[in-house]
């Protein structure tokens, strides 16, 4: 009882480290550019951060992803009502353009069999 719940493995700056005021740092880059957004609130939404990096940094981006991939976390961003809570602090982010999600669709390709199963 009263010990924190955070884990070793936690990605947090300790609190003698940390702006005051802000309770979470975001990095969003890419290979052009980079910017940080600090959130004072860790109760906002992911869309508010979304707004965030089109006032900050790029007014093309239409969602963010992790930098490490994580499934569960990228598809969180995507839901514009969810919290801020589930991100690390320091959570590094990866900007997702409207140009990247054509050329996404156009990299699928359809495989035509090569020989048939029924004779």
Do not use: H, Y
Not at 13 to 30: D, T
Not at 88 to 112: I, Y
Request: a positive charge; proline letters at 5%.
């Amino acid at each position: 009882m009263g010990q924190s719940q955070l884990g070793p493995n936690t990605l947090q700056r300790p609190e003698s480290q940390r702006p005051l005021g802000v309770a979470k740092v975001f990095r969003v880059r890419n290979r052009e550019w980079s910017c940080t957004v600090e959130v004072e609130d860790d109760t906002l939404t992911c869309g508010w951060l979304l707004s965030e990096v089109l006032r900050k940094c790029s007014g093309s981006v239409v969602a963010l992803t992790t930098r490490q991939n994580v499934e569960i976390l990228d598809f969180w961003l995507t839901r514009m009502e969810r919290s801020l809570q589930p991100l690390a602090n320091d959570e590094e982010l990866e900007p997702v353009f409207a140009g990247m999600t054509r050329q996404l669709k156009s990299r699928k390709r359809w495989v035509k069999p090569t020989s048939s199963l029924s004779s």
